[in-house]
């Protein structure tokens, strides 16, 4: 049975001017008669993950029943671990626009590219030869020339000029080796066709060749999956008194909206997680008394934005998989320690 949020051993205090209760108190010891070592059997009865959002680039889910560790290292792992494709390399054979070579550069490495990074490989070292297992290829090619016949009085760039403004729609997939077949009804592409990344006028042009290939957040941001990966402890509000008729309406107004709902003259909490915790309410001196405001320490609520190359989904299991990686490997090196240390004995 999942616990109680009434559970005050669950809640961190938000008071006026501080937040109380912030750390856990159910360690083994604190409690005289209470068994508080870690149980597997009791971590799987309180464990809970629900989605409560989905959208083609979004997921809102709650992870309930761990510890602010283990939410932490799996967002922090969707940031800077979870491995995406990039480009890395520019070859810059033209480039006569306004705009330097370093700069439009950057530009073309931070955009994020429609290639699922699970069908390529890593570069086995910075000073490999690229092959089509590690490697995508992309050219840019683009030349802004004046429209004929266009009256001598327009002023707007798109119907004077071809091609005077540059986007990622621009960039097209050159495949090698067997790509062709492996990538076919997927090709590489930008995630985004409109985004805009430099500016042309009659004469000017640009040609990239540029080489994109696998990569982690840790390394570059423009690896990162996602835009914004956050977290925050769901929001408990506790009425301890009736609020009297005269005071709910202004009760209400302390809080988002949705937060609080006034039915059959009382003050309702109808949907706490819509709360920003902003202590409003505690400012005035006729609420003091009368509500608690909490957040509940094992209750975390996701908020997940995908940068295209992953559906949102999918961005949680990944992430889960490189943390169990990475145990297996301590579990590796832990056995390695004993069985040198039962030999040295």
């Known amino acids: 049975m999942p616990r109680s949020l009434d559970d005050t051993?669950?809640?961190?205090?938000?008071?006026?001017?501080?937040?109380?209760a912030v750390a856990g108190s159910e360690f083994p010891g604190h409690y005289p008669g209470e068994d508080h070592s870690w149980n597997l059997q009791k971590f799987k009865e309180n464990l809970i993950t629900s989605v409560q959002r989905l959208t083609p680039s979004t997921i809102e889910f709650d992870l309930v029943g761990v510890d602010a560790s283990i939410a932490n290292a799996?967002?922090?792992?969707?940031?800077?671990?979870?491995?995406?494709?990039?480009?890395?390399?520019?070859y810059v054979w033209?480039?006569?626009?306004?705009?330097?070579?370093?700069?439009?550069?950057?530009?073309?490495?931070?955009?994020?590219?429609?290639?699922?990074?699970?069908?390529?490989?890593?570069?086995?070292s910075p000073h490999s030869a690229p092959h089509e297992t590690d490697t995508i290829v992309f050219d840019l090619s683009v030349r802004c020339d004046r429209r004929p016949g266009v009256d001598k009085s327009e002023k707007d760039p798109k119907k004077l000029y071809y091609d005077s403004n540059v986007y990622t729609g621009m960039m097209k997939w050159s495949p090698?080796?067997?790509?062709?077949?492996?990538?076919?009804?997927?090709?590489?592409?930008p995630v985004d066709r409109d985004i805009l990344l430099c500016k042309l006028r009659p004469g000017q042009q640009i040609d990239l060749h540029c080489f994109a290939r696998k990569g982690v957040?840790?390394?570059?941001a423009k690896f990162s999956p996602v835009a914004t990966a956050s977290y925050r402890l769901l929001p408990h509000i506790i009425l301890r008194e009736p609020i009297p008729i005269e005071h709910q309406q202004k009760f209400q107004k302390c809080f988002p909206e949705g937060v609080i709902v006034i039915?059959?003259?009382?003050?309702?909490?109808?949907?706490?997680?819509?709360?920003?915790?902003?202590?409003?309410?505690?400012?005035?001196?006729?609420?003091?008394?009368?509500?608690?405001?909490n957040r509940i320490r094992d209750h975390f609520i996701f908020n997940v934005e995908s940068t295209g190359q992953y559906n949102p989904e999918e961005l949680v299991p990944e992430a889960i998989k490189i943390l169990l990686t990475k145990i297996s490997a301590v579990e590796e090196g832990l056995d390695k320690l004993f069985a040198t240390e039962g030999q040295v004995a």
Request: aromatic letters at 2%; charged letters at 35%; a positive charge.
């Open 9 to 20: 051993r669950r809640h961190v205090q938000v008071l006026p001017e501080r937040i109380g």
């Open 74 to 90: 799996l967002r922090r792992v969707m940031i800077a671990e979870v491995p995406t494709v990039a480009i890395e390399e520019i």
């Open 94 to 124: 033209n480039n006569t626009s306004i705009m330097q070579d370093e700069v439009l550069c950057h530009r073309v490495g931070l955009v994020p590219l429609k290639i699922d990074p699970r069908s390529l490989k890593y570069r086995p």
């Open 176 to 189: 090698s080796g067997d790509q062709s077949r492996k990538y076919k009804g997927k090709e590489p592409k």
């Open 217 to 220: 957040g840790m390394d570059h």
């Open 263 to 293: 039915e059959n003259d009382q003050v309702v909490v109808k949907n706490p997680r819509k709360d920003t915790v902003s202590r409003e309410v505690l400012r005035h001196p006729e609420f003091a008394d009368k509500v608690s405001l």
